[in-house]
């Protein structure tokens, strides 16, 4: 079937998605969820390799590509790449992440596209960037994680680096892709012209280690691992009370006396170890411990209850199973059910910002490969001849 918008606020554009595994296809879920048409290229089954994401029918995959229409296209015959060339034509966005060599091989690249097609906005996603000594090199979110300096700061001191426990260099790298793709084509509403926007998953991850690259560029200091507690504000981290861990955030000096009067120990506050934020730093273990002595007298629900009514931050540390049995998680509906052709009915995550007028929605599951081959072609104007000429050949 034709495109289907999950919303109308990106309706009138059309997206070539020209990627594969994470950050790529992340960008284009962006766009298509807000009402792009996404199309989504892949080599013919005869051609692929293994399939990424645990395979077509796993949920990942299913996730990361919803909202989109699926061709296959041979991209080593001149006949697909013609094809890809004449669709190319048809839309205003182009998002890849080939090794960076690739797409002038290819002659895909934004330089010889854009000499036809001047309004063009044309992504590039990749590990290190599109130049440079590591440019070359194979990209992957756990690589970008260690070389970004993340790996650096998270977990226990003494443990030893920690990755994050989710693709975070893949996931940044394609939403401020897709950020970038808006703000293109925003632009080129007043330009008329379209450019090449190039992040990659090293730069992502670096501007999310944000206060802490400043620690080191402005005040000099190199941030390292503070476990499960905030590297400058104490208390602020995980502790646990009587039934589990939970969360608790104490920031100023207001708070401070607060949390002190609930946890039943105001004498605290003139305690010349925890007065100040200086005396807590030098004497974070003592205070720490200190609180989950006091927290074990009590259950977590006793705690955040309390907590939150004197103003003190505080949270269970959810499992994901609880995430989505939270009362709130579910007034937010942002689980979002779809109907999949090919799996019947699914539950997924949808976007986590509300638009009031064009909001998003998920309408169509992802595609099998190739679903929508001979449906986009003869959208391009392929007659049923010549469709048949290039299935023979291999072409889709």
Not at 191 to 214: A, C, H, P, R
Not at 244 to 273: H, Q
Request: net charge neutral; with cysteine.
């Amino acid at each position: 079937m034709p495109h289907m918008p999950a919303s109308a606020a990106l309706a009138r554009f059309r997206i070539i998605d020209l990627t594969q595994v994470r950050a790529g296809p992340t960008a284009c879920r962006q766009l298509s969820d807000w009402g792009a048409d996404v199309i989504q290229v892949q080599m013919p089954d005869h051609m692929r390799g293994d399939d990424t994401l645990g395979g077509q029918d796993g949920s990942d995959y299913q996730y990361t590509h919803r909202n989109k229409r699926s061709i296959t296209l041979n991209l080593k015959e001149p006949e697909g790449i013609a094809i890809l060339k004449r669709l190319i034509a048809s839309a205003d966005v182009v998002v890849e992440n080939f090794r960076p060599d690739v797409k002038f091989r290819l002659g895909i690249d934004y330089e010889t596209l854009s000499k036809d097609h001047p309004g063009l906005v044309y992504a590039s996603i990749s590990g290190f960037g599109q130049s440079g000594p590591l440019a070359e090199r194979p990209g992957f979110d756990q690589i970008a994680q260690g070389v970004s300096g993340l790996m650096s700061v998270t977990g226990k001191a003494g443990d030893g680096p920690m990755r994050v426990g989710i693709p975070i260099a893949d996931l940044c790298a394609g939403i401020f892709a897709a950020q970038g793709v808006l703000v293109a084509l925003l632009e080129r509403d007043v330009s008329g012209k379209g450019q090449w926007i190039q992040t990659s998953l090293l730069e992502s991850v670096i501007y999310m280690m944000d206060f802490q690259n400043s620690r080191w560029l402005i005040d000099g200091d190199i941030p390292t691992q503070a476990g499960n507690y905030h590297p400058t504000s104490i208390p602020t981290g995980v502790y646990k009370a009587k039934d589990g861990y939970m969360n608790i955030a104490v920031f100023g000096s207001k708070i401070w006396e607060r949390f002190c009067d609930i946890l039943g120990a105001p004498e605290w506050v003139t305690d010349e170890r925890y007065k100040d934020k200086q005396g807590r730093s030098v004497n974070r273990d003592s205070i720490n411990a200190e609180i989950n002595r006091r927290l074990a007298s009590q259950d977590r629900a006793y705690w955040v209850e309390r907590f939150n009514a004197g103003g003190v931050a505080c949270g269970l540390i959810n499992d994901v199973k609880g995430v989505f049995e939270e009362p709130q998680v579910q007034h937010l509906g942002i689980v979002k059910d779809v109907v999949s052709l090919h799996h019947g009915p699914q539950k997924m995550v949808g976007q986590p910002m509300q638009l009031g007028r064009t909001p998003s929605t998920i309408v169509r599951s992802a595609p099998k490969r190739g679903e929508h081959s001979e449906e986009i072609l003869k959208e391009l104007g392929l007659e049923a001849a010549e469709l048949a000429s290039l299935k023979s050949k291999g072409v889709y």
